[in-house]
């Protein structure tokens, strides 16, 4: 007996695929989903992903195995594609029998679905137009989340109720879809979850959570944000194909701008390829992300939150978030 029928019923085909009670993810978060949330995430009966990031094989290896040591429920390892070491990342996911693989931040490289399927993990892939997902599914994608541009973190240009009402109706009888971007209640989940999706995915109304390991500078500077200080970057030069990031605005978004004035330069003195140029961009948002993270610089590092920021009031137990959704959910649902 579950004490949400209505929404695990919804959630059932999410659930199975995840191997959980809820088909409830919490996304990759670069530094803030690290063994801790991800066990925490995973034993309240979500699903956690860790956040590779930057991460070299042999620190993912010891986080995968610090995660294991915390929860026997399954968790994912999110993947970024343009990792120059992907495939050795990959291997140690299957050293290690990781079930679930999440591959972000553009389009799988060849062989690389193939590699994870052939340790028997799960792929789970972004897609940013319809058109793009149906191809990914095709090649061996088992699962796919849309991601709205009111997320934290990397967005795209378009809303998650706009994707939904494109991907939803086109994808959700064949296929496994998850919704992200903007989720701060269970009532929205519900809706989600009625429109088609099996399941969703939140960042930022669990990067606060008590079992974070995130400064209390961090957690103190969402707790005080609203929705509106949520903002996505600016590109400064079209060439610099910049992907737009929000974040809570503070001195870190105005040293991004100036950052990127500074690369355009040396691209422009021919001191740099464009590639060299892109990578010094993420470097720069790592490194951010990190100051503000784990030092609790919150005027200089970069404070990724999404525009749901603002119903992130104090700091829970991930357990108490998680039925606090649920419940939402289900009531919602019961008053249809
Ligand atoms: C602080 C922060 C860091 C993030 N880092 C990553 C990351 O490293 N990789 C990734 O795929 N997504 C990353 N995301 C996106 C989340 O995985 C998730 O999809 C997103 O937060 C969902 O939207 P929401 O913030 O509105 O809940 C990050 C989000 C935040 C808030």
Redesign the pocket.
Known sequence: MTAYPKTTALMRRGAEFLGTEYAI?????????ERNLVSAISNAGGFG?I???AMTPDLLDAEIAGTKALTDKPFGV?L?TMHPMLFELIEVCGKHGVGHV?L??GIPPKGSVEAIKSFGAKVVV?APTLALAKKLLRSGGDAL?I??M?????IGPVS?SVLAQEFLPALSEEHLVFV?????RGEAMAGYLEMGAVGV???????CAVESI?HENFKKAFFRAGARDAVASVQVDPRLPVIPV??LKNKGTELFTAKQREVAKTLDEGAIEMAEAQLQIEHYWAGA?RRA?IDGDIENG????????GMVKEEEPVAQIMDTLMAESEAALSRR
């Not at 993810?25 to 989903?33: E, H, L, P, T």
């Open positions: 993810m919490c996304g990759a978060m670069s530094w803030v989903s992903v956040a590779c990031g999110n970024i999440v972000a931040g972004f989340v991601e709205g009111e997320a934290g973190g990397h998650t992200a971007g903007g989720i701060g995915q939140l960042g930022t109304r669990f990067a995130a929000r974040a992300l993270v970069s404070l990724m939150a999404g525009q749901s920021v």
